[in-house]
């Protein structure tokens, strides 16, 4: 079956302009989740999506954004961008029940903006 | 003090070495521990994932959580070229939820 798709796969935008990254899980799965990688960072959770809701935020400014469709797919948003925006981002998905019967989240690709 | 701490690496082993992977955290309420490996380019995969204390094993790999330490680990057994990737530990204490918090990943290269 196919794995989670990023697109695209890379991305290179100004200062100041805005950016939509997509994400179309694994089919079945309905839950998304977003991270920033950087190599003075790592990995850092940004926002999760169920069932078109955000289940969980994480410690990022207000520019960062999500959502998600009927059919899971989801897009995030980065608003006003700025230098160190630049970054992998990855999706994962997964089934999104109790963790204990959910033990797999697969990633994308993911989709590697530069900030100039 | 980051919530998870990794040794960066990178760790250069020769082919068929033990290879001993390990993290440490600070918050007490994770619960679900994981071992993702990343390679160049690539989404990190998951290679096991364990729930509170004990050891699992699959195939030539085993994971430990010690949760009274705040340590886990990953072992390679028979270590191959094919295992030269970045480790990452991942954890969780949401029950429902993906928000993990990762360790910064420890580079291996195994050397044939």
């Known amino acids: 079956k196919a794995g989670v798709t990023q697109t695209p796969r890379y991305l290179i935008k100004t200062r100041g302009q805005q950016v939509t990254l997509s994400c179309s899980p694994i089919s079945g799965h309905r ?6 990688q950087t190599p003075g960072q790592g ?5 999760e999506y169920f069932s ?7 410690n990022f400014p207000g520019r960062f954004s999500g959502r998600q469709f009927s059919n899971s797919r989801s897009e995030m948003n980065v608003s006003t961008l700025e230098l ?18 959910n033990t797999e989240a697969f990633f994308g690709q993911g989709t590697r903006l530069t900030v100039v | 003090q980051k919530e998870v701490e990794q040794d960066p690496g ?7 070495a033990i290879v001993s992977l390990n993290c440490t955290y600070s918050n007490s309420a994770f619960q679900y521990f994981m ?9 990190p995969e998951l290679l096991m994932y364990t729930y509170s204390s004990g050891n699992k094993e699959d195939g030539r790999f085993t994971a430990q959580v010690d949760k009274s330490s705040k340590y886990i680990s990953l072992f390679i057994r028979d270590s191959q070229p094919s295992d030269s990737a970045t480790y990452l530990c991942a954890m969780s204490s ?3 939820g993906q928000n993990f918090v990762f360790g910064p990943g420890t580079r291996l290269s195994v050397l044939p």
């Open chain 1, 31 to 36: 839950s998304v989740s977003w991270y920033q």
């Open chain 1, 43 to 47: 990995l850092q959770f940004l926002f």
């Open chain 1, 52 to 58: 078109e809701t955000q289940r969980n935020k994480g």
């Open chain 1, 84 to 101: 160190g925006d630049s970054a992998l981002y990855l999706c994962a998905s997964s089934l999104g029940g109790l963790r204990r019967t």
């Open chain 2, 10 to 16: 990178p760790l250069s082993v020769p082919e068929g």
């Open chain 2, 35 to 43: 071992w993702y490996r990343q390679y160049s380019r690539k989404g």
């Open chain 2, 94 to 96: 949401d029950n429902y």
